[in-house]
C-alpha cells in the first residue's frame, strides 16, 4: 500500500525567512502524482501546488517550489518570503497515476511569526 | 471557480441517530470523495463514486454507506451514528483524467454524543 509520511507535525518560521517541509512516501509505481494541499483556519484545502513524477523539472508556483527526489522518494514544499496568510496545516498527497484516489499525509502545522 | 458546498459547517447527533451529511459540486465533475479529517491521522478516504449511482469503498468504509443520485450532489450516511465517527468530514471532487486537482467543501465537524 502507498503511505506518505510528514515527519515534522509542526514547524514555524519568521515572516520573509524561508521554510521546508517533508514529506516522503513509498510506493512501487513509476507513475505518480504528487500534490501539497494547504488548509487555512477557515478550514477549505486548496492546492498548492503538483508534481509529475515523469517529470525531472521542479514544480513551482509563486513563493511556493518543491524539491522532487525521485530515487529518494521525497517530495519537500520550500515557502520563500513567508507571509502571515501562509499560516495552515500543509498536507502532501500521493495519487497514483490513474486511480484518481489520493493518500495524505497527515499534516504539518506551520505558524509564520511576525 | 469550482465551488463544493457542504450542507452543514456543524452538526451535532445523538448516538444511534442515522446522519446524513450532503454535497453539492457545481462544475459538472464526475468523481466526489468523502473524506474524514482527524488530528494526527490527517485524511482518509471514506468512499469515492466516479460516475452516477457508482460508489466505490475507500479505506475506511465500516459504518458508513453513500448515495449518487444524481451527478452533482453526493450524500453520506451514518446509518447508526456512533461516538467514534466524531470527527471532521471533508467532501471533495474532481474532474476525471490524470491530475485532476480535488476541489474541497468548507467540511462539516460532526459531535456524536
Known amino acids: 500500500a502507498q503511505t506518505v509520511t510528514q515527519s515534522q507535525p509542526e514547524m514555524s518560521v519568521q515572516e520573509a525567512e524561508t521554510v521546508t517541509l517533508s514529506c516522503t512516501y513509498d510506493?512501487?509505481?513509476?507513475?505518480?502524482?504528487l500534490f501539497w494541499y494547504k488548509q487555512p483556519p477557515s478550514r477549505q484545502m486548496i492546492l498548492v501546488i503538483r508534481?509529475?513524477?515523469?517529470?525531472?523539472q521542479n514544480a513551482t508556483e509563486n513563493r511556493f517550489s518543491v524539491n522532487f527526489q525521485k530515487a529518494a522518494k521525497s517530495f519537500s514544499l520550500k515557502i520563500s518570503d513567508s507571509q502571515l496568510g501562509d499560516a495552515a496545516m500543509y498536507f502532501c498527497?500521493?495519487?497514483?497515476?490513474?486511480?484518481?484516489?489520493?493518500?495524505f499525509g497527515k499534516g504539518t502545522k506551520l505558524t509564520v511569526n511576525p | 471557480d469550482v465551488k463544493v458546498t457542504q450542507s452543514s459547517r456543524y452538526l451535532v447527533k445523538r448516538t444511534g441517530e442515522k446522519v446524513f451529511l450532503e454535497c453539492v459540486q457545481d462544475?459538472?465533475?464526475?468523481?466526489m470523495f468523502w473524506y474524514r479529517q482527524d488530528p494526527g491521522l490527517g485524511l482518509r478516504l471514506i468512499y469515492f463514486?466516479?460516475?452516477?449511482?457508482?460508489?466505490e469503498k475507500g479505506d475506511i468504509p465500516e459504518g458508513y454507506s453513500v448515495s449518487r443520485e444524481k451527478k452533482e450532489r453526493f450524500s453520506l450516511i451514518l446509518e447508526s451514528a456512533s461516538t467514534n465517527q466524531t470527527s471532521m468530514y471533508l467532501c471533495?471532487?474532481?474532474?476525471?483524467?490524470?491530475?485532476?486537482?480535488?476541489?474541497f467543501g468548507n467540511g462539516t465537524r460532526l459531535t456524536v454524543t
Open positions: 471533495a471532487s474532481s474532474s476525471s483524467g490524470l491530475n485532476s486537482p480535488l476541489h
Open positions: 510506493t512501487s509505481e513509476s507513475d505518480y502524482y
Open positions: 508534481q509529475e513524477a515523469y517529470k525531472q
Open positions: 498527497a500521493y495519487d497514483l497515476g490513474g486511480s484518481e484516489k489520493l493518500v
Open positions: 462544475m459538472d465533475h464526475e468523481n
Open positions: 463514486s466516479y460516475d452516477v449511482k457508482m460508489k
